[in-house]
């Protein structure tokens, strides 16, 4: 079964400091893995797809296909990026269904 | 374009009563999937809608019900409500062959 795992429900940091948001995944097939954000009153919004290689606002994750892993991650956290942080995958397949995990909330300390 | 909306922001019902919660997709989109998200969890997909019909269900029980109309827009319809059925519920939309999902504000739904 398809399944997101993302281990810890809230990480703290203060500003300036790396922040490193865990993602594990189970699917036998080859997902495609996003991750998605939540600011404070605002919907859910689409950061970044592993197959598009980017890096926005700052933030990059690696598809570790050995590892079933989907890390995100940040050289220097910002105020601005405290949010809730969902990684997510779905079949390569056009407007397929998204499998969620279940957040992690990063809070970032001045 | 205002995006995706939804339409009521809130909801309060009893148990055993039906529901009807309203969609209407992104400008250019064709493509409409329901998702339930309780307190403190990741969303839950439910359903998707393409050409007004069914084309994808998560594990939700038959009395979760949708329809697509000609426009594209969508509704979501839970019968005999549960108090587990208590969750935001978000509309996605999409256009077929991009794999990428926007997002509605979300319909609260209260069952007392």
């Known amino acids: 079964a398809q399944r997101v795992t993302q281990p810890e429900k809230l990480l703290s940091v203060f500003k300036g400091a790396p922040v490193e948001l865990k993602c594990n995944y189970s699917y036998s097939g080859s997902p495609e893995l996003f991750w998605y954000v939540q600011y404070s009153r605002q919907r859910l919004q689409l950061l970044l797809r592993h197959i598009s290689r980017e890096s926005i606002k700052g933030f990059t994750a690696d598809l570790n296909k050995g590892e079933t892993s989907f890390h995100l991650k940040k050289p220097f956290a910002q105020e601005e990026d405290s949010a809730m942080y969902y990684c997510a995958l779905s079949l390569y397949s056009s407007a397929s269904k998204i499998i969620f995990g279940s957040g992690t909330r990063l809070s970032i300390r001045p | 374009d205002a995006g995706v909306t939804q339409s009521p922001t809130h909801l309060i019902k009893t148990r055993g009563q039906q529901v009807t919660l309203r969609c209407s997709p992104k400008s250019g989109h064709d493509t409409v999937s329901w998702y339930q998200q309780a307190l403190g969890q990741g969303p839950q997909f439910i359903f998707q809608y393409y050409e007004e019909e069914e084309r994808q269900r998560g594990n939700f029980p038959d009395r979760f019900s949708g329809h697509q109309f000609p426009n594209y827009s969508s509704e979501l319809n839970v019968n005999a409500l549960l108090l587990g059925d208590s969750a935001l519920y978000l509309c996605?939309?999409?256009?077929?062959?991009?794999?990428?999902?926007?997002f509605g504000p979300g319909t609260r739904l209260t069952v007392l």
């Open positions: 996605a939309s999409s256009f077929t062959g991009v794999n990428e999902q926007f």
